[in-house]
């Protein structure tokens, strides 16, 4: 059974870079897809980012600018970073694995709040 | 991309079937068959219910069930139970090939 577990600071400034770490373990990063998905408090789910075990990468266009996914399968973590935040960036972020064909997610972490203020 | 469509709540009384909508266009839900659903309790992580439009995984309760009719997709809980009051959202594959959400449902046990 894959788990999956974000670390990162909860805390980041206006203006300045957030990036998070999903470690994964039980199991191959090989034959699924790795996404970043969000929460703002109260609201509903945003899907950030995907990346394959090729390097292959996907992004939200209206994310896109300010986002980057790296991935290293030797260490079994990928990451999210995400530049020049802003107070609508405040939300709990998620990992999770996704299939290949479909994209469905099958595995979240616990999910990591990010609070953007000074 | 736009988020699916799903109605903001639902309720029913316990042992009784409710039904959640997750509508979208022929380039998502009415487009492919993966159709997932997940179910999130305050301050959980979500977990899935039901992927590609039917299908549940091991260990789901066999009172979750999935369909699908041209663009909009269903949940159906029958026999509700206390447990199953929560926040539900849809997920469909897109032609852009990009991920798409709906706004989330927020299922109350009467």
């Known amino acids: 059974q894959v788990q999956l577990q974000e670390a990162g600071p909860g805390l980041v400034k206006p203006s300045e870079t957030l990036s998070l770490t999903c470690i994964v373990s039980g199991g191959s990063m090989s034959g699924s897809s790795w996404s970043w998905i969000r929460q703002p408090a109260g609201k509903g789910l945003e899907w950030i980012a995907r990346?394959?075990?090729?390097?292959?990468?996907n992004y939200n266009p209206s994310l896109k600018s300010r986002v980057t996914m790296s991935i290293d399968t030797s260490k079994n973590h990928f990451s999210l970073t995400l530049t020049s935040v802003t107070a609508a960036d405040t939300a709990m972020y998620y990992c999770a694995r996704g299939v290949l064909v479909g994209g469905t997610f099958h595995s979240w972490g616990q999910g990591t709040l990010v609070t953007v203020s000074s | 991309q736009s988020a699916l469509s799903q109605p903001a709540s639902v309720s029913g009384s316990p042992g009784q079937s409710i039904t959640i909508s997750c509508t979208g266009t022929s380039s998502d839900v009415g487009g492919y068959k993966y159709v997932s659903w997940y179910q999130q309790h305050p301050g959980k992580a979500p977990k899935l219910v039901i992927y590609?439009?039917?299908n549940r995984p091991s260990g789901v309760s066999y009172r979750f069930s999935g369909s699908k009719s041209g663009n909009t997709a269903s949940l159906t809980i029958s026999g509700l139970q206390a447990e199953d009051e929560a926040d539900y959202y849809c997920?469909?594959?897109?032609?852009?090939?990009?991920?798409?959400f709906g706004g989330g449902t927020k299922v109350t046990v009467l």
């Open positions: 997920y469909s594959y897109t032609t852009t090939s990009l991920p798409v």
């Open positions: 990346i394959h075990t090729n390097g292959n990468t």
């Open positions: 590609d439009v039917n």
